[in-house]
């Protein structure tokens, strides 16, 4: 019983710590303290000499308390070791969640609640259902006023062990929704920046073999597209496929793929500022841009460029749920659940009010509209010299030779292609170089000459103010429709 015990209540603080409720911390830590005592835990000295030390303090903080993750997952981790644990499958959701139990795991399916036995000391029985449910049940009488053990986050004279409110004898230690046991999953492996923009690359590209085969006009390149070009605006049907940080490989890959699947398309519209041209990221990756490449990129596109690193996995991990993750593969579980996601996003714009609004202050932490010239321009100054940095004529020759070579395609195909520099803010565009743009006009004048590529020069147009943008290079709601009002007249 102490090792069940003790597992309940290393857990409950271990999710007070994952919600980031420093009052919950406070109150589990001293819990969990005073229960290891008169004990010795199976995870040896170091964790009850951490609980002393935190609680001892009335003043620590959160992050102080954050110390103590690993070592309570590793203890929990331990703990099951001892503890059996049993699923127990409620009828109603069987085929939704069976195929994502681990092998060994033993599983009973039930009726209903009343056919769950009472577990003995050294069991934990979960009951996962499709209804709501009151969480589990506990014979180790505690202070009423400490916290439950039963990781419910509820005091012990509001929770589980009450004489008047605790559940019957045959209940689970453990009750849970589907629901709930996929939002752990999701808790486990979040969608970041890098997931939701592979969703969206996937499900845009996944659609035009399927439901939005009338497309006859793509947009992609950099995420100055993907902030600025509204598939809705356009005059014919029309899908944005640029996703952050796209360099000229990939953006002219993506197009490839679209037009392969999508036979009606007509019209590709490829938007990146001068130092787009410079870029690749398979050169020399950053870990922000290998993020692009491997878990962005390399999952839909199935191409790496030039990059021959390590693939990292597509979902990392955010907490850890040592119970339910010896039980259920939550990885497997939200690859499922994102799925769905991305067939969702393909109807979606890449801002929408349903799964990612846009930042109002795109990628500022401040109202920059709101300070003064001066703090902008020397705000702005680091934004544009990371750009400024990109300069490499190598690089800007072989993606120009990239672009010759899909031109050729293009027009083979009866495709029209057309280039957009898009609009900055008068704080961005005073530091940025020129030979950014002087290079890529020198390098690109063959292939306006030869090959009939199109270009429209936004960067220092007068049609765009500081109300129109969300930072000082990306475009908001408003910039966003004029750009694409602009797109839309030459596409005709």
């Not at 903080?61 to 644990?85: C, F, G, H, Q």
């Not at 356009?234 to 490989?249: F, G, I």
């Not at 703090?375 to 010759?404: F, V």
């Amino acid at each position: 019983m102490y090792h069940k015990h003790e597992f309940f209540l290393t857990s409950q603080l271990l999710w007070a710590l994952y919600d980031g409720d420093l009052q919950s911390a406070k109150e589990h830590c001293q819990a969990l303290g005073n229960w290891l005592d008169n004990r010795q835990p199976l995870a040896g000295s170091q964790l009850p000499e951490l609980l002393r030390k935190l609680a001892a303090s009335q003043n620590t903080s959160m992050r102080e308390y954050n110390t103590l993750r690993d070592p309570l997952a590793a203890a929990v981790t331990e703990l099951l070791s001892k503890i059996n644990a049993r699923l127990f499958l409620h009828e109603k959701i069987l085929p939704s969640v069976s195929r994502f139990v681990r092998n060994g795991v033993e599983v009973k399916t039930v009726k209903n609640n009343s056919e769950v036995p009472a577990p003995d000391d050294s069991s934990i029985h979960i009951l996962l259902t499709s209804e709501e449910a009151q969480v589990v049940r506990h014979e180790e009488k505690i202070n009423r006023n400490d916290p439950c053990p039963c990781a419910s986050g509820r005091k012990y004279k509001k929770c589980c062990m009450d004489s008047e409110s605790a559940a019957p004898a045959d209940k689970a230690d453990i009750a849970i929704t589907y629901n709930e046991l996929k939002e752990r999953a999701q808790a486990c492996f979040p969608i970041d920046s890098f997931v939701y923009d592979r969703l969206y690359l996937s499900g845009k590209l996944n659609a035009l073999s399927s439901n939005r085969k009338n497309t006859s006009v793509l947009l992609g390149g950099s995420s100055y597209a993907m902030v600025g070009l509204i598939e809705n605006l356009m005059p014919r049907p029309a899908v944005n496929l640029a996703v952050n940080a796209q360099d000229p490989y990939f953006a002219l890959l993506s197009a490839e793929r679209a037009k392969e699947s999508a036979k009606k398309i007509d019209t590709i519209i490829i938007t990146g500022g001068y130092y787009f041209w410079h870029f690749d990221l398979s050169d020399n990756p950053s870990s922000y841009t290998k993020s692009v490449l491997t878990r962005t990129n390399y999952p839909v596109l199935k191409d790496l460029h030039n990059y021959t690193g390590d693939l990292p996995p597509a979902l990392l991990r955010g907490v850890k749920e040592p119970l339910f993750e010896s039980i259920f593969d939550f990885n497997a579980m939200c690859e499922d659940i994102y799925g769905k996601v991305s067939e969702r996003l393909a109807f979606l714009s890449y801002f929408n009010n349903e799964i990612h609004k846009r930042p109002p202050n795109g990628m500022l932490n401040f109202p920059f509209r709101e300070q003064n010239d001066e703090l902008n321009y020397k705000a702005a100054k680091a934004r544009a010299g990371a750009h400024n940095g990109q300069y490499n004529i190598t690089r800007l020759e072989n993606n120009l030779k990239l672009l010759s070579e899909f031109m050729l395609k293009m027009n083979s195909k009866n495709v029209r292609v057309l280039l957009i520099i898009p609009p900055v803010t008068v704080f961005y565009r005073h530091h940025s170089d020129l030979g950014l743009k002087e290079t890529f006009y020198e390098r690109l004048e063959p292939l306006k000459r030869e090959l009939g590529v199109e270009v429209i020069d936004l960067f220092e147009s007068t049609d765009f103010d500081v109300s129109d943008f969300q930072d000082y290079d990306h475009l908001n709601d408003s910039g966003a429709k004029k750009l694409s009002l602009i797109a839309a007249q030459w596409i005709g």
